[in-house]
């Protein structure tokens, strides 16, 4: 496997990326090739003791920033780390881990990568560590959408559910303001009226927001931009808590003995929350895998994103994405 990283992308670029690129190296047994400028990488490797031939570097004076128009990609800056790490990908790579501009690497993505025949529009997927994961979708690629987006979407992330999480047979719900089938936007509507008659797609019906720390479902889609609220408050919300109870008990002398006694259980369910654990975000419905790590994404992170990568590409799902694009589109014989 070719797995292409763009070396400069993120608020930690070069030197975290760079990082979590020497981490991958010695984990796995993919080819990672770094994508930017070759000076500034190649000092990372020195600084970090890194044999730099254990590496391809392709060299790229331009950087595509977090201010940048996503259609930079294609435009201004097609000499771009990430502009360039995704040609390199439609041209004979296996993957691309970017921690850069949201907006850049779906408009390239679409743009140079392009998506499987008969997806409408790719999608951003993370999941939501609950007891009961649940993956979440779109993340903030597309803030508008259509209901025929949400069926897609419902179809794909239930594909990637099953094959890189392993769920047997997933449950798809659609995040709205009410349970009753008639909550929401004509959108949401039209949308459960969709899914609840598409084949393939187990429909559990609308959920609240309120419900997702339960395990309602396994997939959820909604439009771009009510993901990302709902992703970032998630985020927020876990910080706070956690910074609640660090607090609670370092109140006194017994609630510090307390904080003793649970700090093996506190450990694991802040590692649960963690970002940098699950490393990137997958962009579904593409022809080749792109992952979409957090912008401020630190060298584990970035590790991660590499083994998610790697995880994407051997468990199949591209494939079955467009096997059953091509079942749902195809005419009936006359």
């Known amino acids: 496997m070719n797995i292409i990283i763009d070396a400069m992308g993120g608020d930690n670029a070069p030197r975290e990326i760079v990082k979590g ?15 930017g400028s070759r000076g500034k ?8 003791g890194a044999d730099p031939r254990v590496f391809d570097i392709v060299h790229t004076d331009s950087v595509i920033t977090m201010e940048d128009d996503p259609l930079s990609v294609v435009r201004a800056k097609k000499d771009s780390s990430m502009s360039t790490g995704l040609r390199l990908l439609k041209e004979g790579g296996d993957a691309f881990v970017s921690a850069g501009n949201t907006g850049a690497l779906h408009a390239g993505s679409s743009l140079i990568v392009r998506t499987v025949k ?39 992330g239930a594909i990637y559910m099953k094959n890189v999480v392993g769920v047997a047979d997933p449950e798809v719900g659609l995040l709205n303001n009410g349970t009753e089938e008639h909550k929401g936007t ?40 009510t993901g990302n609220i709902t992703l970032k408050l998630i985020e927020g919300m876990s910080k706070y808590m956690f910074s609640l109870l660090k607090d609670m008990y370092m109140t006194n002398a017994m609630t ?18 963690d ?31 590499v083994r998610q990568a790697e995880a994407y590409i051997s468990t199949g799902v591209t494939a079955e994405i467009a096997a059953q694009m091509e079942a749902l589109t195809e005419k009936p014989a006359e």
């Open 256 to 273: 510090k003995l307390s904080f003793f006694a649970m700090k093996d259980q506190l450990r694991k369910v802040k590692h649960d929350f």
């Open 275 to 305: 970002a940098s654990e699950y490393g990137g975000a997958p962009l579904l419905g593409l022809q080749k895998p792109v992952i979409k790590a957090h912008g401020s994404s630190d060298a584990r992170a970035i590790t991660n994103a």
């Open 186 to 225: 004509q959108i949401q509507i039209d949308a459960y009226a969709k899914l609840r008659t598409a084949p393939g797609i187990r429909f559990h019906g609308n959920v609240e927001a309120k419900e997702l720390p339960f395990g309602p479902c396994d997939v959820l889609v909604t439009d771009g931009f």
């Open 21 to 35: 690129a020497i981490a991958a190296s010695q984990k796995t047994k993919s080819r990672l090739t770094l994508v």
């Open 118 to 156: 008969g997806v409408q529009r790719s999608g951003i997927a993370t999941v939501l560590p609950f007891t009961r994961p649940i993956l979440l979708m779109d993340c903030g690629a597309n803030v508008n959408v259509t209901a025929d987006y949400l069926v897609q979407w419902a179809m794909m």
């Open 41 to 48: 990488i190649e000092s990372v490797l020195k600084e970090e």
